[in-house]
């Protein structure tokens, strides 16, 4: 039995899935971690089912954020606000208003 075979087993008998790999090849602190990490990945997940999947999540954030971001300009150049508290102004109204009933 060949070592690469021997590591592929234990890698498959450790437990580890193709995600927590991947999410400890993202979190490495150092080249050479993250080099093993995404090397034990591709082992699990050859067909990088899970890279593929965090890049869409990547482009739905960021397309997300930006239309936020939009969206809050938006508002900030518009006269549009809401309002904090619409039922104390009606309060007031029907105070004011003889023919409202208390």
């Known amino acids: 039995m060949s070592l690469k075979s021997r590591i592929e ?20 602190e150092n080249e ?4 093993t990490f995404y090397e034990r990945y591709l082992r699990a997940d050859p067909k990088r ?6 890049k869409i999540l ?23 606000r809401i309002a904090e508290d619409s039922k104390s102004g009606e ?3 029907d105070k004011n208003n003889p023919r409202a009933f208390h």
């Not at 089912?49 to 965090?54: L, N, T, Y």
């Not at 739905?60 to 809050?72: C, M």
């Open 49 to 54: 089912e899970i890279e593929e999947f965090s």
């Open 9 to 28: 087993k234990l890698e498959q008998n450790s437990g580890r899935s193709p995600l927590s790999l991947f999410l400890r090849y993202m979190q490495a």
């Open 58 to 80: 990547d482009r739905r954030v960021a397309t997300a954020k930006r239309k936020s971001q939009e969206n809050e300009k938006l508002i900030a150049v518009s006269d549009w």
């Open 91 to 93: 309060d007031e109204k």
């Open 32 to 35: 050479k971690e993250a080099k």
